[in-house]
């Protein structure tokens, strides 16, 4: 009597025998009916192949080229969109490529032939060689000697069985029925991605802006996709691992193509993403990077700021300066709201800000990255810092409070910041404090507004001038 083990371990040998012995179909891009891809912005893109191809009824091994080679092989789900019923009993990803090393590794103990040619009559001559070895050298046998050098070309009969020029991926089914069969092939890979980047040019006033934004595409994957329809997801979903990105992937260098401004891609809320479908298909060949515009706006309200932002260290120690020169950094700030000219989802990404100098020609302001901001959300940009406006701070009383509980100390400190402005204008210099502790600002010449831990002062500095911003704080 069989046993149960037995009859499995039987089971299991009958059925990866048939699979072995079904036949072969090739499938490549030529049976590409339709190609979709949905782009995440962190090196990953959901890829859906449809193609159309003959089974015959029965297992069938069918393998699919003119894949991703950055493919992950556990994410793959087939699709049948014909009628007819279709199981998939196995899916095997085969990566193994055919190279020099490769080749070699699997002629080890077979033979080859050593061509040489003489290089004063160009006449070749061959004669038949084993491989030995392919670690730290190659080692031949060629007739009765052993050489360690190649003394010519080698010559392979055939490439191996198993080898491949690019990954393929072999997926063995039974079908039903006989006849064509329309099949989605679906998966994840990296080696795609996307990121939002804008333009954004002030005018005259910098009070307005234009502005355009752009998806810049790049596809490192190995593979191009041809007409495909293509989709953004702006936002970041959870990955279990990030997986290493193959060092030859990444040091290619990838074309930039610039795409017209004529159509935006169209956007709509997605879960909590949000997703921007391109009104056309694209073909997006391997180590590419291309250019489409997502969003344009001709008239957007901004806010210009100044801004001098301290540290939180000052107010528990004594600082030995003389009125040290700090930065004043410039801002621009909007609302993301359609009366002030906007009032769309906007996808995090770098914005870069031009203007138009005295004569005409447009100047680099300075770039800044934009986090997601949804509609209704505000923005505050650092572009760089001021040149005409500066401040100095001084430290000008610094006490340690006697206090009954060791563990709780006091202090009191006052400060002296100078604001110069060499402007022909006046501007307005926001002076941003984060006190730690419990604080309370016991003497100033400004009045502050309390932001949670950071004490603000707005402080007009005429043209051609300077003011003077003094206060005196408690922390505890």
Not at 166 to 172: A, D, F, I, Q, S
Not at 211 to 216: R, T
Not at 262 to 285: G, K, V
């Amino acid at each position: 009597m069989m046993t149960f083990r037995h009859s499995l371990l039987f089971s299991l040998v009958f059925v990866a025998a048939s699979v072995l012995a079904a036949p072969v179909v090739q499938t490549g891009k030529a049976d590409q009916k339709q190609i979709s891809l949905t782009i995440y912005e962190r090196d990953l893109a959901m890829v859906r192949d449809v193609r159309q191809l003959p089974l015959q009824n029965g297992d069938v091994n069918v393998r699919f080229g003119d894949i991703s080679e950055r493919i992950q092989p556990e994410t793959v789900m087939l699709k049948n969109l014909s009628s007819g019923k279709l199981t998939v009993d196995q899916i095997c990803f085969d990566n193994n490529l055919l190279s020099k090393q490769t080749l070699l590794d699997h002629y080890v103990g077979k033979m080859v032939r050593v061509v040489r040619t003489n290089p004063v009559t160009g006449t070749e001559t061959e004669e038949p060689a084993q491989i030995l070895s392919v670690r730290n050298g190659i080692v031949l046998k060629i007739g009765d000697r052993i050489e360690t050098d190649v003394p010519g070309r080698i010559v392979f009969d055939r490439i191996p069985e198993g080898l491949h020029g690019k990954p393929v991926l072999t997926v063995g089914m039974t079908s039903k029925n006989g006849g064509g069969r329309r099949l989605e092939l679906d998966y994840l890979t990296n080696g795609i991605s996307w990121s939002a980047h804008y333009i954004a040019r002030l005018n005259e006033k910098e009070n307005r802006m234009n502005v355009s934004g752009w998806a810049v595409v790049s596809n490192n994957s190995g593979t191009e996709y041809r007409e495909a329809k293509v989709q953004l997801i702006a936002g970041n979903p959870n990955v279990a691992m990030a997986r290493p990105v193959l060092m030859a992937a990444a040091a290619r260098s990838a074309k930039l193509d610039a795409m017209p401004v004529s159509n935006e891609a169209s956007q709509e809320s997605f879960a909590d993403y949000h997703l921007y479908t391109l009104p056309y298909r694209i073909t997006l060949s391997n180590d590419q990077t291309r250019q489409y515009a997502l969003l344009n706006s001709d008239d957007v309200r901004i806010v210009r700021k100044w801004v001098m932002n301290g540290a939180s260290y000052y107010y528990r120690n004594r600082l030995s300066n003389a009125g040290d020169r700090l930065p004043v950094d410039m801002e621009i700030a909007f609302r993301n709201i359609a009366g002030d000219g906007l009032g769309v989802p906007l996808p995090g990404g770098t914005i870069r800000f031009y203007q138009t100098d005295d004569r005409g020609d447009q100047q680099f302001l300075g770039e800044s990255r934009m986090s997601h901001t949804p509609v209704d959300g505000t923005v505050n940009l650092k572009i760089g810092e001021s040149f005409d406006v500066t401040g100095s701070r001084k430290q000008t009383r610094f006490e340690l409070l006697p206090s009954k509980d060791p563990a709780t100390r006091k202090y009191e400190s006052a400060y002296e910041i100078v604001l110069k402005n060499a402007k022909n204008k006046s501007v307005t210099v926001q002076i941003r404090e984060p006190i730690p502790g419990d604080w309370r600002v016991l003497q100033e010449n400004y009045p502050h507004v309390r932001d949670g831990m950071m004490a603000v002062w707005n402080i007009r500095v005429p043209a051609n001038g300077q003011s003077i911003l003094s206060y005196h704080v408690r922390v505890e």
